[in-house]
């Protein structure tokens, strides 16, 4: 079989443009989902879930590979790993900056463990940046995210929660 | 029992359990008291769901039989599943349900602690994953079980008989079966006596700063693990794999 006429960087820059089912504003590479991509005979993708029970999933899979497909690569594997689990430290500087401007509050990085254990520090509101903000409900919408309101512009937004 | 059988045998247990409890938490479904609790549950549920798949993918592959998460899920008999006795309980009350969960997860978040650190590279990476929802779980769920033992004295009284009721099913989550000891020798697996000191400890705490009492020493309900059911549990499996029984290889 001929190796394929393909870089690494190109299928990196291909998955790039494959949104994220629940937060379209979100590539999955800004997600830090995409853990490896191995190019030779075939493209093999590693992808992780977020949570265990995410319905996303599936659908982002099968995006990878209509993505790739459309591309011209024939032979995709999708390898889903689950080790070590995704955090949402793994979420890039761009892809937080992308959640704020969309109105979701972006998590906040290095906190996992903390903010499991001990409830949420100030968050502030993708709005108008106030502190002065409120939980409504600690689940919103989908798993990962908690819905809050801003006291000081009176936005409700959601919070992107870390795990 | 040789060490394959067991891994097989503990995994399907585990599968088991987050199947039989997230369904019953699918039950409660459009029936919380509210909308921030609702939530929660939906998506407490979607993450024992979520779980279950793995762990049934993984049981089906040390089967070898060609068999997929949904024939296990879906098509064995009541005699076939492996869950506690615990989790297969109707969802009672609101004040039911969260004393099960705080029962279990403190139960279950030190087997996944302990689980992450087993020989089985697989059962290791999916306890990884689980262990942080887990730990999300208990923390909510101990939240409500402080309130309502603390909170007025009608909620207290039937949190205490909540917890009163499901003790009894406590006793089987600790005694170990030559699936946990063969599981625990061979893929340095979970020490229940451990676990069972910590899980007293940790449940103690909550029910004291809930304001109930530990129940006392008693008789304890066992079988689930190997395979005797309540009386409940049949009528719960018939609901839920009635669509695959009636419409067999149905996708959609």
Known sequence: MVALAVSREQVMAWLSDVADPEIPVLAITDLGIVRGVTVQDDVIVELTPTYSGCPATEVIEQSVLDALHGHGLENVTIKRVLSPPWTTDWISEEGREKLRKYGIAPPASGGSKRELLRGNRNIACPQCASLNTSVVSEFGSTACKASYKCNDCLEPFEYFKCI | ?252
């Open chain 2, 1 to 252: 029992m040789n060490s394959h059988d067991s891994l097989m045998a503990y995994v399907l247990r585990l599968a088991d359990n987050a199947l039989i409890l997230g369904q019953r938490m699918v039950e409660l479904v459009a029936a919380y008291p509210e909308l921030e609790e609702e939530l929660a549950n939906a998506n407490f549920a979607l993450d024992y769901l979520g779980q279950a798949r793995m762990f049934y993918t993984y049981a089906g592959e040390l089967e070898g039989m060609g068999r997929s998460e949904d024939d296990l899920a879906f098509l064995r008999d009541e005699n076939e599943y492996r869950n506690f006795l615990l989790l297969e309980q109707p969802n009672g009350h609101f004040g039911d349900s969260i004393a099960k969960l705080v029962l279990f997860e403190s139960f279950y978040l030190l087997q996944l602690e302990a689980l992450v650190h087993c020989s089985d590279a697989r059962v290791a990476e999916i306890a990884a994953r689980a262990v942080k929802e887990i730990r999300y779980h208990l923390r909510h769920n101990t939240q409500w079980l402080i309130r309502l033992g603390d909170g007025t004295e009608e909620s207290h009284d039937r949190a205490q008989v909540s917890i009163d009721t499901l003790w009894r099913f406590t006793g089987e989550l600790f005694a170990p079966d030559e699936v946990d000891n063969v599981f625990e020798a061979e893929f340095a697996g979970p020490d229940l006596f451990r676990i069972r000191e910590q899980w007293e400890k940790d449940v103690a705490a909550v029910l004291q700063e809930a304001t109930l009492v530990v129940p006392g020493e008693q008789w304890m309900a066992s079988g689930g693990k190997q395979g005797r059911h309540t009386e409940h549990f049949g009528y719960m499996i018939a609901e839920m794999q009635y669509l695959q029984r009636a419409n067999p290889e149905a996708t959609w």
